[in-house]
C-alpha cells in the first residue's frame, strides 16, 4: 500500500506539472493575442522611424525608442551598450541600362550592394558577360573579362523547401563576386537579387571586396529578377551588349550606436542568463519590418508577456536588440565580448531573425540529450501547431556567444514569403501580418518558460515529466 501511494503521489505530482505548464503557455499565447504590443511598437518602428541602416539618424531614432518602450514595463534593468559600428550610404537613387545598339536602351532596376564603392561620376559602361556562378570566372580568364562588366545570374535553388539552404547556396555570389571578378580586370559586377519570386525589386545585401586594395576595387549592384531574366535573354541574343550603371554610394568613418538590452532578474539563480533578441538594424530600401523589425519588437514582448502572464522566472531574461548584423555584426561580437569579460553565464539563447510569419517551430544547437529535453515538450505546443524542433542555425547575433555551455536556438516561421521582401523596397508594415507576429511572440516566450523553468542541465528526470 505504501509503495501505491507513492506511485499515486508521483503520477499526480507529474500531472499536475503538465497542467501547470500548459496553463502557463495558455495564458501566455492569450495574453499576445488579445493583448500583445508587439505590432503597436513594429508599426512605430516601421512607419515612424523607417529604415535603421548602421550608423544613421533612424538607427539612433531607434535605439532611443526602443530604450523608452523597455523602460515602461517596469523591468529590472535597462540600459544601453555602447558599439562602434559602419557607416555605408547609398547616396542618390541608382540607375542602370542595357544598350542593344547605340541610342537603343533599355532601363533596369539595380540598387547598390552594401559596402560596395562608387562607379566614377559618370558612370560605367561596357560590355556585359554573364555568368552562373563566380566560380566560373577562372575558366574565362582575363582575356575574356578584363575591361568587361560580368552579369553572376545565379538563381535560388526552387526545389529547396527550406528557403533559407537555397538563400545560403547562393550568397557567396553577393557577397565576394566583386573581390572575384576584380582578379581578373572586371569594371564592375551586376548580381542577381536573392529571391525566388520573380518582380520588379532588386534585393541589396552585404557583400566585401576582402583584402583587395583600393585602387582594385569594382562597385557592384544588385538586379531584380525579372531584369535578370531580361537581361540574361538579351545577351544570349547579342554577345555584343553593352550594360550602363551608376552608383552613388559611400563608406563613412565609424560612428558610435548601442545594443538596446533590457532584463527581469532571476529569482533563484540571477547568475544565470537567458537572452532573446533580433537585430535593431535594417537595410535602408524599406523600414525593416520583416528583417529584423519583427524580431526586435517579439523579444521585446517576452519580457512583458512574461509579467502579464504572471510568471517570476528562475533565471535572469535578458532581451538583447542587436545593432549591425546586416554590415558587419558589431553589436553580437560587442555583446559577447563584454559577457565574456564580466564572466557572465549564458544558459540558453534564442533570435528572431526569420521574419513575422507564422511560426513552425524553433532550430537548435545543442547536445543530442538537451534536444531530447526539448522535443519532450512537443506537446505542450501542439494546440498552438508549433510541430518543428530540430537541430540547425540558431542566429547571427547570438552565435558569438556559442560555447559547450549554451544552448542556441533560432525561431522558424514559414519562409515561403521571406525573401520575396528580404533587403528590398517592400520590406514594410503592410506585408507583417498582426496575428503571425503575436504567435511569434508567444511562441518564443512559451519557450523561454519552459527553458527557465527546467533549465539546460540533461542530468535529470525533466524529461519525463514532460512526457
Avoid at 580586370?185 to 532588386?202: E, F, Q
Avoid at 532550430?363 to 543530442?368: G, R
Avoid at 538537451?370 to 505542450?380: D, E, F, P, T, V
Avoid at 536556438?409 to 519562409?415: E, F
Wanted: with cysteine; glycine share 8%.
Amino acid at each position: 500500500m505504501k509503495h501505491l501511494l507513492i506511485v499515486v503521489f508521483l503520477f499526480s505530482t507529474v500531472q499536475f506539472s503538465a497542467q501547470t505548464d500548459a496553463e502557463h503557455l495558455k495564458t501566455i499565447y492569450s495574453n499576445s493575442l488579445t493583448n500583445g504590443m508587439s505590432y503597436q511598437w513594429l508599426d512605430h518602428l516601421s512607419n515612424q522611424i523607417g529604415g535603421r541602416l548602421s550608423g544613421s539618424l533612424n538607427a539612433e531614432k531607434a535605439v532611443q525608442y526602443t530604450k523608452q518602450e523597455l523602460e515602461k514595463l517596469g523591468l529590472d534593468k535597462v540600459w544601453l551598450q555602447p558599439v562602434m559600428v559602419p557607416r555605408w550610404v547609398r547616396g542618390a537613387p541608382e540607375f542602370a541600362y542595357f544598350e542593344t545598339s547605340p541610342g537603343v536602351t533599355t532601363n533596369v532596376n539595380i540598387c547598390a550592394l552594401g559596402g560596395s564603392i562608387a562607379t566614377p561620376n559618370g558612370g560605367v559602361k561596357a560590355k556585359i558577360i554573364e555568368v552562373g556562378s563566380y566560380t566560373e570566372l577562372e575558366a574565362l580568364g582575363e582575356e575574356n573579362i578584363k575591361g568587361k562588366i560580368v552579369f553572376i545570374n545565379r538563381p535560388m535553388q526552387a526545389d529547396v523547401i527550406q528557403t533559407f539552404e537555397a538563400y545560403g547556396g547562393c550568397s557567396v555570389e553577393r557577397y565576394a563576386g566583386a573581390k572575384e571578378a576584380a582578379k581578373y580586370g572586371a569594371v564592375g559586377t551586376i548580381v542577381r537579387s536573392l529571391s525566388l519570386r520573380l518582380d520588379d525589386y532588386p534585393h541589396t545585401g552585404s557583400m566585401s571586396y576582402g583584402e583587395l586594395p583600393n585602387n582594385k576595387r569594382i562597385p557592384s549592384a544588385a538586379i531584380s529578377t525579372n531584369d535578370a531574366e531580361l537581361l540574361s535573354g538579351m545577351i544570349a541574343l547579342n554577345k555584343n551588349l553593352n550594360f550602363f550603371f551608376k552608383l552613388n554610394c559611400k563608406q563613412l568613418a565609424d560612428v558610435q550606436s548601442y545594443n538596446v538590452i533590457g532584463e527581469i532578474t532571476g529569482s533563484e539563480f540571477p547568475n544565470e542568463i537567458i537572452v532573446v533578441g533580433g537585430h535593431l538594424d535594417s537595410w535602408d530600401l524599406g523600414d525593416g519590418s520583416h528583417d529584423d523589425g519583427a524580431g526586435v519588437v517579439q523579444s521585446m514582448d517576452v519580457l512583458r508577456l512574461l509579467k502579464e502572464s504572471g510568471i517570476k522566472p528562475k533565471r535572469t531574461i535578458r532581451t538583447v536588440l542587436f545593432m549591425n548584423e546586416e554590415n558587419g555584426l558589431r553589436g553580437g561580437k560587442k555583446y559577447a565580448e563584454v559577457a565574456k569579460s564580466k564572466h557572465e553565464k549564458h544558459v540558453f539563447a534564442l533570435e528572431s531573425d526569420s521574419g513575422g510569419f507564422t511560426p513552425r517551430g524553433f532550430s537548435f544547437q545543442c547536445s543530442e540529450a538537451m534536444l531530447a529535453k526539448i522535443q519532450s515538450w512537443r506537446s505542450l505546443f501542439k494546440p498552438y501547431l508549433i510541430h518543428f524542433f530540430e537541430m540547425g542555425y540558431s542566429g547571427a547575433d547570438i552565435s558569438p556567444l556559442k560555447d559547450d555551455n549554451i544552448v542556441l536556438a533560432g525561431l522558424r516561421p514559414d519562409s515561403q514569403r521571406y525573401f520575396d521582401h528580404h533587403h528590398a523596397a517592400n520590406d514594410t508594415f503592410e506585408h507583417v501580418n498582426k496575428r503571425e507576429l503575436e504567435l511569434g511572440a508567444a511562441s518564443m516566450t512559451a519557450l523561454i518558460y519552459l527553458m527557465d523553468t527546467y533549465g539546460t542541465d540533461t542530468i535529470t528526470n525533466d524529461v519525463e515529466l514532460r512526457d
